[in-house]
């Protein structure tokens, strides 16, 4: 059973901690991080979900994790990106973009970019979780978000990827 620290809306723990899937009260959030990978040719990795997922089965999406009890959102998104895609990216190519905080779903979303340089076959997908991995190039990915209407406050959420990539060189 996976555990989650239990925090504070400026994400400081709260002291205790709860199983997946634990309704939380008002001021408590978990903490969950969001990843878009890119290489130095400006193309995006998409990963598509099992049809075995609650959330969103079989559509493409980025690295989407959950930071499990005494972790930071930069352990929790070097973590994601391994454990679902099979990448061992170095911390200093991790960095962080910015903090989404979405009170109706209690969740505090961090937001991380990470360059890498791969191929698609090297790739190692979480079974159970991810069924397939694409490239995208920069247009597309920005056509991508722009579709992100399922996402909480998605109109914020867009705006602010969209920027953080057209920052990108």
């Known amino acids: 059973m996976e555990l989650f620290d239990i925090l504070d809306k400026d994400g400081k723990p709260m002291g205790c901690t709860a199983p997946k899937g634990t309704q939380l009260q008002d001021g408590q959030y978990y903490l969950?991080?969001?990843?878009y990978i890119f290489n130095s040719s400006m193309e995006f990795l998409?990963?598509?979900?099992?049809y075995?997922?609650?959330?969103?089965?079989?559509?493409?999406?980025?690295?989407?994790?959950?930071?499990?009890?005494?972790?930071?959102?930069?352990?929790?998104?070097?973590?994601?990106?391994?454990?679902?895609?099979?990448?061992?990216i170095n911390k200093d190519a991790v960095?962080?973009?910015?903090?989404l905080?979405?009170?109706?779903?209690?969740?505090?979303?961090?937001i991380y970019f990470a360059k890498a340089d791969f191929?698609?076959?090297?790739?190692?997908?979480?079974?159970?979780k991810v069924i397939g991995a694409k490239l995208v190039s920069k247009d597309e990915m920005l056509e991508f978000?722009?579709?992100?209407?399922?996402?909480?406050?998605?109109?914020?959420?867009?705006r602010f990827i969209a920027h953080e990539i057209s920052k990108l060189a």
């Open 46 to 50: 998409l990963q598509q979900r099992s």
């Open 52 to 88: 075995d997922k609650a959330f969103r089965p079989g559509a493409w999406d980025v690295v989407l994790e959950h930071a499990i009890a005494g972790e930071t959102s930069n352990e929790c998104a070097i973590r994601g990106i391994k454990e679902e895609v099979g990448l061992h």
């Open 145 to 158: 978000i722009s579709n992100m209407h399922y996402r909480p406050e998605a109109d914020n959420y867009r």
């Open 119 to 128: 191929s698609l076959d090297a790739l190692t997908l979480e079974h159970g």
């Open 32 to 35: 969950g991080i969001h990843a």
């Open 95 to 99: 960095f962080f973009a910015g903090r």
């Open 101 to 110: 905080i979405w009170d109706e779903f209690h969740h505090i979303v961090d």
